[in-house]
Nanobody, 127 residues
Framework: QVQLVESGGGTVQAGGSLRLACAASGLTFSSYAMGWFRQAPGKEREFVAAISWSGGSTSYANSVKGRFTISRDNVKNTVYLQMDRLKPEDTGVYYC????????????????????WGQGTQVTVSS
């Protein structure tokens, strides 16, 4: 069955960095666009970043643009989220998700477009 397993979360001080990874199995990874979403305590889950199946197209939430970078390795079946200059408001559970979208020039930001989800990894940014 399809599995998405996130790793790399933890606690970091404001201004620090973390790199999240999401390892995928049970699907043809290169046929899926991948996304990262997050859910802060007491808030709804929100879009963070997405990358097309080829890696050629990306999209970011305005709140993370210029600080976060999404990338993927289709040989390792893994998508990454490099998070720099972290802020306390970046705290939350981070989820990766897979969207079966074969158009290389488009990524989608709505959660309902995504077919598979990981269990999430906690990121805590202290002030």
């Amino acid at each position: 069955q399809v599995q998405l397993v996130e790793s790399g979360g933890g606690t970091v001080q404001a201004g620090g960095s973390l790199r999240l990874a999401c390892a995928a199995s049970g699907l043809t990874f290169s046929s899926y666009a991948m996304g990262w979403f997050r859910q802060a305590p007491g808030k709804e889950r929100e879009f963070v970043a997405a990358i097309s199946w080829s890696g050629g197209s990306t999209s970011y939430a305005n709140s993370v643009k210029g600080r976060f970078t999404i990338s993927r390795d289709n040989v390792k079946n893994t998508v990454y989220l490099q998070m720099d200059r972290l802020k306390p408001e970046d705290t939350g559970v981070y989820y990766c998700a897979a969207d079966r979208l074969l158009i290389a020039t488009i990524v989608r930001t709505r959660q309902t477009n995504y077919d598979y989800w990981g269990q999430g990894t906690q990121v805590t940014v202290s002030s």
